[in-house]
């Protein structure tokens, strides 16, 4: 079906409200890259950090909004990602694959998220995000990870959907990287 062009109700530094077809969405100015980051020591990366739309601290898988740093607007996914991982973690990758594009709330916003696989970590630095950031990095070993985050949920911390999608295409890689 082919897609009927959107009204812009109202547009802001990095989201963009729109209306098509009588439906309010969300778009964004950026894409956005999430990354799925296993140390050698076989433990997944993570971030915890306040998010205001929801007024609750996040577990998350790293990730980042491609091109949103001035000077850097034509950046590449991949560098962006490894620009992200390194920022958010502390880790650098030694090789970064890209994976599926998916939705994050196709009822709500026009945006989708690149899962990226990293490859090859260092740790290079502490981690913790930019000046804006106040990022929490946790190392979970994946024979822990399930009840680490079920017991973070029960503290009361959201944990990121995106996650799951991690560890499901950690146990099922994808046939083929950059599939959509």
Known sequence: MPKSSAKTLYTG?????NERDDWEFVARHHPVAAIIAWTPNDELLLVEQ???PIEKTTIEIPAGLIGDVDG???ESMLDAAGRELEEETGWRAG????GMSV???AGLSSE????VWAEALVQVGPGGGDASEDITVHQIPRAEIDVWLENRYHQ???????IYAALYWSQHPPRSHGAT
């Open 13 to 17: 530094r990095y989201l963009v409200l």
């Open 50 to 52: 306040y998010r205001k």
């Open 103 to 105: 939705p994050t709330s």
């Open 72 to 74: 850097s607007e034509q």
């Open 112 to 115: 989708y998220v690149i899962f």
């Open 156 to 162: 009361g911390y959201a944990i990121d959907p995106k």
């Open 95 to 98: 090789s970064l694959k890209q």
